[in-house]
C-alpha cells in the first residue's frame, strides 16, 4: 500500500512539473513575439525613413499622403498585434484551466486510492484479528491433544515395560534351552569331528601305501604354471573367495564390488543361485575405476561330489593368491578348519566371513516369535526386536568362531559378520547405514592392499 501511494504522489508531482514547464514556454513564447514584432517595426520604421528621405526630394505633396497611409499601416499592424497576443493569452489560459482541472482530478482520485487503502487496511485488521483467535484456539486444542497423546504414551511405556520384562524372562528361559541344545550339539560335533580324523586318517594312510601323500607342496613349475593359468599379474591384488558349496561366495563378490545379483552378465556379476554355479574358477575386474588394481576370483565350492576336501586347495591353485577370504554360510565347517590351516602353511593372508547376516538375524527373529501376531507390533517393538536378535546373532556368532580356533590350534582372528545389501551399498555409495562389520572389512582390505600394491596406489 506503501508503494502505491508513493506512485500516485509521484504521478502528481510529474504533472505539477509538465504544467510548470508548459507555462514557462508559453510565457517564453509571447515574450519572443514582443521582441520580434518590435524588431519587425524598428526594420519597417528604417525603412519608412529611408523611403521618406528617398522620396522627399520628388514630391512633398505625395509625403503627406504616405505618410496617412503608413499610419494607417501602422494601425493595421498594431491590430493583427494585439489580436495575436490575445489569442495567445486566450490559448494559455485554456492550457492553465487544463492543468488545473487535470490536477483537480489528480487529488479526488488520491484521495480516493486513500479512502480504499484506509478500507483495505481496516479489513486486514479485523481479518488478522479473527486469523488470531482462529490460531489461539488451535494451539489451545493442539495441546489439549498432546497432553492426552502424553498420558496415552506413558501408559503405552507402563505396559510394553511389563511385556519386556516377560519377555526377558522367556528369553532367559529359551536361552537356557538352547545353550543346553548347543552344549548336546557340540558333543555331537565332537564325536563326529573325531568320527571324521579317523577317518582321514585311515584314509592318509591309504594314500600313503597308494603312494599319494595327503599334503601336497607345489614345485616352483607347477606355481608358475598355475599363475599363468590364473593370470596372475604383478602390482595387482589377487583376492580368492572361497568355502563351501551354497555358502553366498558369488553374491559376496558381487557385493564387494558394488554389484546386485540382478544385473546383466554382460556387466561381469558372479552367477548365483541354490545350487553350485561356479564350476571352474573365474576372474573378475573391479568396475571402479579407482580399484581396477584388485583382481577378484570367484572359486568353485569344496565339498561337493567332483571336489573333495583334501584335493580342494592344491587342485584350485589357491596357493597363488596374495588374499584369500573363506566364506561361512549358515555354520562354521572343517573345510574352513582346513582353509585356514592351507592358508597358515602358504602364509597367505586369510579373512573370514559370515555371509548371508541378514536372513540368519531374519530367522533368528522368526524362531524368537513362535506364534505371536506379528501384524499387532508396532515399529518400536519390531526395531527392539531386530536389535535383540541381531545382537544374539552377532555374540553367538563371535563366540562360536573363536571357541573353534582355539579347539583347533589355529591362532585367534576376527570373523566378519556381513549382510550383502549393506556392504554393496557401502562400496557403491558409502552408506553405512545398519553396517555390522563392513566398514572394517573394506578397511582391512584396503590396508592389505596398500601393502601389497603401493605402485597402484601412489
Given at each position: 500500500?506503501?508503494?502505491?501511494?508513493?506512485?500516485?504522489?509521484?504521478?502528481?508531482?510529474?504533472?505539477?512539473?509538465?504544467?510548470?514547464?508548459?507555462?514557462?514556454?508559453?510565457?517564453?513564447?509571447?515574450?519572443?513575439?514582443?521582441?520580434?514584432?518590435?524588431?519587425?517595426?524598428?526594420?519597417?520604421?528604417?525603412?519608412?525613413?529611408?523611403?521618406?528621405?528617398?522620396?522627399?526630394?520628388?514630391?512633398?505633396?505625395?509625403?503627406?499622403?504616405?505618410?496617412?497611409?503608413?499610419?494607417?499601416?501602422?494601425?493595421?499592424?498594431?491590430?493583427?498585434?494585439?489580436?495575436?497576443?490575445?489569442?495567445?493569452?486566450?490559448?494559455?489560459?485554456?492550457?492553465?484551466?487544463?492543468?488545473?482541472?487535470?490536477?483537480?482530478?489528480?487529488?479526488?482520485?488520491?484521495?480516493?486510492?486513500?479512502?480504499?487503502?484506509?478500507?483495505?487496511?481496516?479489513?486486514?485488521?479485523?481479518?488478522?484479528?479473527?486469523?488470531?483467535?482462529?490460531?489461539?484456539?488451535?494451539?489451545?486444542?493442539?495441546?489439549?491433544?498432546?497432553?492426552?497423546?502424553?498420558?496415552?504414551?506413558?501408559?503405552?511405556?507402563?505396559?510394553?515395560?511389563?511385556?519386556?520384562?516377560?519377555?526377558?524372562?522367556?528369553?532367559?528361559?529359551?536361552?537356557?534351552?538352547?545353550?543346553?541344545?548347543?552344549?548336546?550339539?557340540?558333543?555331537?560335533?565332537?564325536?563326529?569331528?573325531?568320527?571324521?580324523?579317523?577317518?582321514?586318517?585311515?584314509?592318509?594312510?591309504?594314500?600313503?601305501?597308494?603312494?599319494?601323500?595327503?599334503?601336497?607342496?607345489?614345485?616352483?613349475e607347477e606355481f608358475h604354471l598355475m599363475r599363468q593359468k590364473l593370470g596372475y599379474q604383478e602390482g595387482y591384488l589377487h583376492i580368492a573367495i572361497t568355502g563351501c558349496s551354497g555358502c553366498g561366495k558369488s553374491s559376496l563378490i558381487n557385493a564387494l564390488r558394488g554389484l546386485k545379483n540382478?544385473?546383466?552378465?554382460?556387466?561381469?556379476?558372479?552367477?548365483?543361485?541354490?545350487?553350485?554355479?561356479?564350476?571352474?574358477?573365474?576372474?573378475?575386474?573391479?568396475?571402479?575405476?579407482?580399484?581396477?588394481?584388485?583382481?577378484?576370483?570367484?572359486?568353485?565350492?569344496?565339498?561337493?561330489?567332483?571336489?573333495?576336501?583334501?584335493?580342494?586347495?592344491?587342485?584350485q591353485g589357491l596357493y597363488i593368491f596374495d588374499v584369500i577370504i573363506v566364506v561361512a554360510g549358515d555354520r562354521f565347517t572343517q573345510t574352513d578348519v582346513e582353509l585356514l590351516f592351507h592358508c597358515k602353511r602358504f602364509g597367505i593372508t586369510a579373512f573370514v566371513v559370515r555371509s548371508k547376516?541378514?536372513?540368519?538375524?531374519?530367522?533368528?527373529?522368526?524362531?524368537?516369535?513362535?506364534?505371536?501376531?506379528?501384524?499387532?507390533?508396532?515399529?518400536?517393538?519390531?526395531?527392539?526386536?531386530?536389535?535383540?536378535?541381531?545382537?544374539?546373532?552377532?555374540?553367538?556368532?563371535?563366540?562360536?568362531?573363536?571357541?573353534?580356533?582355539q579347539q583347533v590350534g589355529l591362532p585367534q582372528q576376527k570373523v566378519y559378520i556381513v549382510c550383502k545389501n549393506a556392504l554393496r551399498s557401502l562400496v557403491k555409495d558409502s552408506k553405512k547405514a545398519d553396517v555390522i562389520d563392513e566398514v572394517d572389512l573394506m578397511r582391512d582390505l584396503t590396508?592389505?592392499?596398500?601393502?601389497?600394491?603401493?605402485?597402484?596406489?601412489?
Open positions: 500500500m506503501g508503494n502505491n501511494n508513493s506512485h500516485y504522489e509521484h504521478q502528481l508531482h510529474e504533472e505539477r512539473e509538465r504544467s510548470r514547464r508548459q507555462h514557462e514556454a508559453a510565457e517564453n513564447h509571447r515574450r519572443w513575439l514582443e521582441s520580434e514584432r518590435d524588431r519587425i517595426a524598428a526594420e519597417k520604421e528604417r525603412e519608412l525613413e529611408a523611403q521618406r528621405h528617398a522620396q522627399a526630394e520628388k514630391a512633398r505633396a505625395l509625403a503627406l499622403q504616405h505618410q496617412e497611409e503608413m499610419k494607417r499601416a501602422q494601425e493595421e499592424r498594431d491590430r493583427i498585434q494585439q489580436e495575436k497576443e490575445r489569442a495567445v493569452a486566450e490559448k494559455h489560459a485554456n492550457e492553465l484551466r487544463l492543468i488545473e482541472e487535470q490536477a483537480r482530478k489528480q487529488a479526488e482520485h488520491q484521495q480516493e486510492l486513500q479512502r480504499a487503502q484506509e478500507e483495505r487496511e481496516r479489513l486486514q485488521a479485523e481479518n488478522h484479528e479473527r486469523e488470531m483467535k482462529r490460531i489461539q484456539a488451535e494451539k489451545e486444542e493442539e495441546i489439549r491433544r498432546g497432553e492426552e497423546e502424553l498420558k496415552r504414551l506413558e501408559e503405552a511405556h507402563r505396559v510394553q515395560e511389563e511385556l519386556r520384562a516377560l519377555q526377558e524372562q522367556m528369553r532367559l528361559e529359551e536361552e537356557k534351552k538352547k545353550m543346553e541344545e548347543l552344549a548336546r550339539k557340540t558333543e555331537e560335533e565332537a564325536r563326529k569331528r573325531v568320527e571324521k580324523e579317523i577317518y582321514l586318517r585311515e584314509e592318509a594312510e591309504r594314500n600313503l601305501q597308494e603312494g599319494i601323500p595327503p599334503v601336497k607342496y607345489p614345485t616352483g540382478s544385473n546383466s552378465p554382460k556387466g561381469g556379476i558372479a552367477k548365483t543361485g541354490t545350487s553350485e554355479t561356479t564350476t571352474e574358477i573365474e576372474r573378475y575386474y573391479d568396475p571402479d575405476s579407482s580399484r581396477q588394481w584388485l583382481a577378484w576370483y570367484d572359486v568353485p565350492g569344496a565339498g561337493t561330489v567332483n571336489i573333495r576336501d583334501w584335493q580342494y586347495f592344491n587342485d547376516s541378514d536372513q540368519q538375524i531374519g530367522n533368528l527373529m522368526e524362531d524368537d516369535d513362535g506364534d505371536s501376531d506379528d501384524e499387532g507390533d508396532n515399529e518400536e517393538r519390531k526395531r527392539n526386536r531386530l536389535l535383540e536378535a541381531r545382537g544374539r546373532y552377532i555374540a553367538d556368532t563371535r563366540n562360536n568362531f573363536q571357541a573353534l580356533l590396508q592389505v592392499a596398500k601393502d601389497k600394491c603401493q605402485s597402484f596406489l601412489q
